[in-house]
């Protein structure tokens, strides 16, 4: 089955502890995305990475940190820095970053800093 | 950047009538505006998408309409279901960097028997 993961569903952290969530996709996608998702607002990007090796900051990228280092995966951490980190994480993936191409989501993971 | 607004937040209706969602976006450049049903607990899945050349798009029960220049689309579901139950967010590609999607805030669509 192709497909994007993400894992775990759920994860709780104590404040002031950094946070690390896995993507992963085996759809062979160039183009890898991390959005955050709050009660009543759209999806809003923290990072995207078009490429292995590359990535560039969102519109909300302040608090978190990503690595590209293989094609299939795209690993997002919540560092102490952010601020307010409770919320829906979505990771997507697109065959290319341009031209308006399908991004396909993962499942998310809700995290809850206690 | 690019600036997508959604209405309405939540939407009503009984099972067979239709329901219709409207976004407006703030760059003209934008290109290209995809639909996402999104169900509890779960990632945003695509359902139609539409691209600046075309005006409509039909898919069975699902339609997208485009107003290039009143900076305008909609989403238009006929004969409802109960399974069409789920928020639905539409989005717009803006331009300077291709890959940047931008969301409308969503909907909340209950179908009701």
């Known amino acids: 089955d192709g497909g994007i993961t993400q894992s775990p569903k759920y994860l709780f952290r104590k404040e002031g502890q950094n946070v690390t969530l896995s993507c992963e996709q085996n759809l062979n996608h160039d183009a890898m995305y991390w959005y955050r998702q709050d009660p009543g607002q759209g999806l809003r990007l923290i990072y995207y990475?078009?490429?292995?090796?590359?990535?560039q900051k969102g519109d909300i990228a302040e608090g978190y940190s990503v690595s590209r280092e293989k094609k299939e995966s795209f690993p997002l951490t919540v560092t102490s820095a952010q601020k307010n980190p409770t919320a829906f994480y979505l990771c997507?993936?697109?065959?290319?970053?341009?031209?308006?191409?399908?991004?396909?989501f993962g499942p998310g993971t809700r995290l809850t800093v206690l | 950047g690019e600036n997508v607004e959604q209405h309405p937040s939540t939407l009503s209706v009984q099972e067979g009538d239709s329901a219709v969602i409207k976004c407006t976006y703030s760059d003209s450049a934008s290109n290209y505006f995809p639909w996402y049903k999104q169900e509890l607990g779960k990632g945003p899945q695509l359902i139609i998408d539409?691209?600046?050349?075309?005006g409509e798009k039909k898919d069975q029960r699902i339609a997208v309409t485009l107003n290039k220049t009143a900076k305008h689309f909609s989403l238009h579901i006929t004969e409802t279901q109960p399974e069409d139950s789920a928020v639905y967010f539409c989005a717009a590609l803006g331009t300077g960097t291709a890959s940047k999607l931008t969301f409308g805030t969503g909907t909340r669509l209950q179908v009701t028997l």
């Open positions: 990475s078009q490429i292995v090796n590359d990535f």
């Open positions: 539409i691209r600046s050349n075309v």
């Open positions: 997507a993936s697109s065959i290319g970053g341009g031209a308006g191409n399908e991004q396909f």
